[in-house]
């Protein structure tokens, strides 16, 4: 069998991750792994772990990384990550970039590209508060919409310099249909010889 990409998708809030992961673990037949999912699962179930995450989540921060690290870590253990993943969500802070780096060396691997979604904040706004009317999302008010892109801008736009650095930085403009951004992506992954879509 052949290996799939092992990939990061970073964005601010808005700019289509979720849909372009979806998107992308069909095309090239790995497994989606967002924290979002992870947490939302964990709430709606009232685990331990969700009634904890909830509190931040309903507050627009993010959830601590002890948290967040040992749910990504059991998730990349599981047997359909073993040949490659999508990561949408993690890491968003540069101590969780260090603990990823560590649990990939640890098993031989390391990230293939760092496809880096780019939107225009008052675009996401607009996206953010139309998602909220259409999903009935109570996380999506224009003041903890406002306060994510602001945590966002604090403590994941520096991973952008971390993995420029690293040559493994994709940037894709976001905006546009979601057909136009996936294609974007797909071209310019295969123009750095990653993955066959499927």
Known sequence: ????????????????????????????????????????????????????????????????????????????????AANGFL????????DQVRELDEYLAGNGTALDAVVELQADPEIVVERLRKRAVEQSRADDTDDVVRHRLEVYREQTEPLIGVYGSRDVLVPIDAIGSVDEVTDRIVSALTGRGLGTAA
């Open 87 to 94: 990561l949408d969500g993690y890491p968003r802070t540069t």
């Open 1 to 80: 069998m052949t290996r799939g990409p092992r990939l990061l998708l970073i964005g601010p809030p808005g700019a289509g991750k979720g849909t372009q992961a979806v998107r992308l673990a069909e095309r090239y037949g790995i497994p989606a792994i967002s924290t979002g999912d992870i947490f939302r699962f964990n709430v709606k179930n009232e685990t331990e772990l969700g009634l904890a995450a909830k509190a931040y989540m309903d507050a627009g921060d993010n959830v601590p990384d002890s948290l967040t690290n040992a749910l990504i870590r059991d998730r990349l253990g599981e047997s359909d």
